[in-house]
């Protein structure tokens, strides 16, 4: 249980492209979900939380025009990289839990955004 | 920052032998968590143990948190081929999670 299908895997395009990526919780209903960014060797940081129905809150530094976010449905989350440069590539992945106390997140595979 | 750091940053053994990772952190906690991710994977969730808890086991894992010195260790028992693998702890402070820099596990069969 408790799966998490994230898609595209990979994306590669040009410049000043927006590239859409979704989140879905196949089994479970995910009362908020997480966007994270991870570099080469290092590890994984919070670039956004999103709550079904209301607007996502995003981390320090974060563009909030430049990822836009959308958490319309209790199994669907989308990431959307506006007029993508070469500096946004990365690998991005997301969570979704259940809420409550003490719960894990379930991750995705994540997508490797390259951006020529 | 917030973030945690883990030691060792890379840990070479042989298959059989344990593994142990370490990892502190600056803030109160409702929990800590310790993660898997294969390269170029997501992450899977591997342990959580609370903040009134001291330890816990789940097969070949067992994990150990100290919040008087903000620490925890993640020991893998027996270790396989398959272990290999970057392993990261993160706190849950709030339902964010922080995650700490990870450990890079080789197993060398």
């Known amino acids: 249980g408790a799966v998490v299908s994230q898609h595209p895997s990979r994306v590669i395009c040009k410049s000043g492209t927006s590239v859409k990526i979704e989140c879905r919780s196949l089994d479970f209903q995910a009362t908020t979900m997480f966007w994270y960014r991870q570099f080469p060797k290092q590890s994984l940081m919070l670039m956004a939380t999103s709550n079904e129905g209301s607007k996502a809150t995003y981390e320090q530094g974060v563009e909030k025009d430049k990822f836009l976010i959308n958490h319309a449905s209790l199994t669907l989350s989308t990431l959307t990289v506006t007029s993508a440069h070469p500096e946004d590539s990365s690998f991005y992945i997301c969570?979704?839990?259940?809420?409550?106390?003490?719960?894990?997140?379930?991750f995705g595979d994540g997508t490797r955004l390259s951006i020529l | 920052s917030q973030q945690g750091e883990e030691d060792p940053q890379a840990l070479s053994i042989q298959e059989g032998e344990n593994a142990t990772m370490n990892c502190s952190y600056k803030t109160s906690i409702n929990n800590l968590q310790w993660y898997r991710q294969n390269s170029g994977r997501g992450l899977v969730h591997l342990i959580l143990i609370r903040s009134n808890e001291r330890e816990k086991h789940s097969g070949r894992l067992r994990v150990t948190l100290d919040t008087s010195k903000k620490s925890s260790s993640l020991l893998i028992t027996a270790s396989r081929a398959a272990d290999t693998a970057s392993y990261f702890c993160?706190?849950?402070?709030?339902?964010?999670?922080?995650f700490g820099q990870g450990t890079e596990l080789s197993v060398k069969p």
């Open positions: 969570s979704a839990t259940t809420g409550g106390y003490n719960q894990p997140q379930h």
């Open positions: 993160a706190t849950d402070a709030g339902g964010k999670l922080i």
